[in-house]
């Protein structure tokens, strides 16, 4: 899987922006705020369909200024666009995706919606979503190991879900049971009279929620035996790291999930009796603060080097080599998984890294599969991917003359 070509059209600083790429490493060279982050940003929206960046859609859409620099005024542009092609082993993929400006009634805020397609035809973001993987690491991902653990909950959502079609679907219908659930409780606690419906919302989160417990323990378990040899491989000073599951469960109730066998059916039966069993133990206390105590909304994980915690104790730097070599182990698994290997999008990590950690970076970016990674010189990426092309970006341009092989 590689992109052959990206369009884009009034995103972020992006006026106009036709870009042509080969299958293989592309390094893209330039300064501070010129836009490189925001180029690989829309590339992981085609795979995410959201961007892990912006507060709200609006930030997505490029802003005019009229009148000049100097006493101009910013204007939100009314629409813009996202196009790529995609080459697979099945033929190549037309991917957009389209941001619409909606202007708010009585003075409000314009909204932003946004619609997708494949190959011409409109699909949901349900369907949009595994058309294209795609693997992304920054420096801030730190924030996956020192972080909270919503964010950690936000990873496992979106590499399941370029994973499995269903899981989408379960996270997507756990997410508007828990809603309906939370304001059940919400009523119980202010009228102090139980709902009767209750019950019938328990099973509904159960359901949903055993099938995310399950796939969340799987993946988790699989991704960690690759990152821990990536640790080790990175320089993780003879460290062995276990990347552990924590679920929104109690603790015998947890026992239970990783104890289930393995057979899915089964599985999933033994997962969603524990969850049900979680929800009655806890039913008087959620009535009491009016909220849903228990569920994969309360998952965690945990980054346990030789017995230390790294969430809490670790250092920087072992936190950032955990959390690199937790985004190496997902490319491996996505591509075990999928049979092909994701789309990797290394944005201004040498930076951060020492020259063991960048060496090994730069073997896997040259290694096959296609790999983006932006730099602000490109010295030290040209002598290790002497293949690579070089691009030169400049406020939201490539500089063509002097696009470099």
Do not use: C
């Not at 419906?197 to 378990?221: I, K, P």
């Not at 080097?305 to 698994?333: E, H, I, M, P």
């Amino acid at each position: 899987m590689f992109l052959r070509s990206l369009q884009l059209a009034n995103y972020r600083n992006f006026r106009r922006l036709a870009l042509t790429l080969e299958d293989g490493p592309t390094v893209i060279e330039a300064q501070n705020a010129q836009g490189k982050t925001n180029l690989l940003e829309a590339i992981e929206l085609l795979s995410t369909t959201k961007s892990s960046r912006a507060g709200t859609d609006r930030e997505l859409i490029h802003w005019s200024v009229l009148g000049g620099k100097e006493n101009g005024v910013s204007e939100l542009e009314a629409f813009g666009r996202i196009n790529a092609v995609v080459g697979q082993e099945r033929g190549d993929t037309r991917a957009e995706v389209i941001l619409r400006v909606i202007e708010g009634d009585n003075g409000a805020a314009p909204a932003v919606s946004k619609a997708f397609r494949i190959n011409g035809l409109p699909r949901r973001a349900l369907e949009f979503v595994g058309e294209i993987n795609v693997v992304s690491f920054s420096p801030e991902d730190v924030s996956l190991v020192d972080g909270s653990p919503s964010g950690r909950r936000r990873y496992l959502d979106i590499m399941n879900s370029q994973m499995s079609s269903r899981y989408l679907r379960s996270l997507q219908r756990y997410g508007k049971v828990l809603a309906q659930r939370n304001s059940l409780l919400r009523h119980s606690r202010e009228s102090g009279r139980l709902d009767p419906s209750l019950s019938v919302w328990d099973e509904e989160l159960a359901s949903n929620g055993a099938f995310l417990f399950q796939e969340r323990a799987r993946s988790v378990s699989e991704l960690a035996v690759y990152a821990d040899g990536w640790f080790k491989e990175l320089g993780g000073w003879g460290q062995h790291l276990d990347i552990r599951y924590r679920p929104g469960l109690p603790d015998d109730e947890a026992a239970a999930l990783r104890a289930a066998p393995g057979a899915i059916d089964e599985r999933l039966g033994l997962i969603h009796a524990a969850f049900i069993h979680a929800l009655a133990t806890v039913s008087a206390k959620e009535r009491i603060v009016g909220m849903s105590l228990v569920g994969p909304h309360r998952d965690d994980l945990s980054f346990i080097a030789d017995g230390v915690d790294l969430n809490v104790f670790g250092s920087r730097g072992q936190q950032r080599l955990a959390a690199l070599s937790l985004k190496l182990a997902q490319l491996d698994l996505l591509r075990k998984t999928n049979g092909t290997r994701p789309i990797l999008l290394l944005d201004d990590v040498l930076s951060e890294l020492d020259d063991v950690k960048q060496a090994a970076v730069l073997r896997v970016a040259a290694s096959g599969g296609q790999t983006l990674l932006t730099v602000t010189s490109p010295d030290t990426a040209r002598s290790a991917l002497p293949d690579a092309t070089v691009l030169h970006l400049e406020a939201g341009s490539i500089d063509m003359a002097r696009r470099s092989v």
